[in-house]
């Protein structure tokens, strides 16, 4: 098989399985975070607070890309499709004329921030490797798709915008106004994850350091309001019109 249809199966292959890249990241933090040393953070009951809201921020402007990518996008691009392929419109402007795959790059800094939370550089740095090399065959076969599907107008665009660092010397404006429902109705899951996996490697911390687990108050709370505003959200997205839109997906 020539290199480029097995990097593109491989994208392929791998596009299907993305969404547990979250599960992954939870499963590999445990070691880390048992065997990373946490004595610096008592060195000043400061460092702590100014780490974790760094590292909030980091995945809060993870959930920025994604939702200004989601909230502006044609309903019949793919995004949500988790079996194969699937694209009937291609989005060009707004933030699709600064980066091609502006939803990889949000995925990255929203998992980096919960990753940074474990304050182990060599798993900041394993987890980058990984990502990009699991990633760059995905977007290698999903452009390829793109290629096929819209030659010349894809190929166009390609050329004006990167693959994942973003430029904003051609920046077009979208003629597709910004629209909360749709961040409502598709993104809950991803922020309730994201808010999960911080307070995960917390109390892996805390269990560690201290040599046996404590179910704090403020990591039942948080999960909890976390999961309860999730199940709202997927109520009124599956049972009621509230979140409902006609043009959007």
């Avoid at 200004?68 to 933030?95: C, D, F, P, Y």
């Avoid at 693959?163 to 909360?180: E, L």
Wanted: net charge positive; glycine share 6%.
């Amino acid at each position: 098989m020539a290199l480029i249809h097995s990097l593109e199966k491989s994208g392929n292959i791998l596009f299907k399985y993305r969404g547990q890249i979250p599960v992954v990241l939870f499963l590999l933090s445990i070691p880390v975070v048992y065997f990373t040393d946490y004595s610096f953070l008592n060195t000043n009951p400061m460092i702590h607070l100014i780490l974790l809201s760094g590292c909030i921020l980091v995945s809060f402007a993870g959930q920025v890309i994604r939702a200004i990518a989601i909230g502006t996008s044609n309903k019949h691009t793919s995004g949500r499709n988790t079996k194969e392929q699937v694209a009937e419109a291609l989005n060009t402007k707004g933030i699709y004329s600064t980066v091609r795959h502006p939803l990889y790059l949000g995925n990255y800094f929203m998992w980096i921030g919960i990753v940074m939370y474990t304050f182990n550089i060599w798993f900041i740095l394993v987890t980058t490797l990984l990502f990009w090399l699991y990633y760059e065959r995905i977007m290698f076969a999903e452009e390829r798709f793109l290629e096929r599907k819209f030659g010349d107008d894809y190929l166009n665009w390609s050329l004006t915008a990167p693959a994942f660092i973003p430029s904003f010397k051609n920046y077009q404006k979208t003629d597709i106004p910004f629209s909360m429902k749709t961040i409502l109705r598709r993104e809950y899951s991803g922020v309730t994850a994201t808010i999960i996996g911080f307070v995960f490697v917390d109390f892996l911390r805390v269990w560690f350091v201290n040599g046996e687990p404590q179910f704090r108050m403020d990591h039942i709370l948080i999960t909890a309001g976390a999961l309860l505003i999730s199940f709202v959200l997927r109520s009124l997205k599956h049972y009621t019109k509230v979140l409902f839109e006609e043009d959007r997906s």
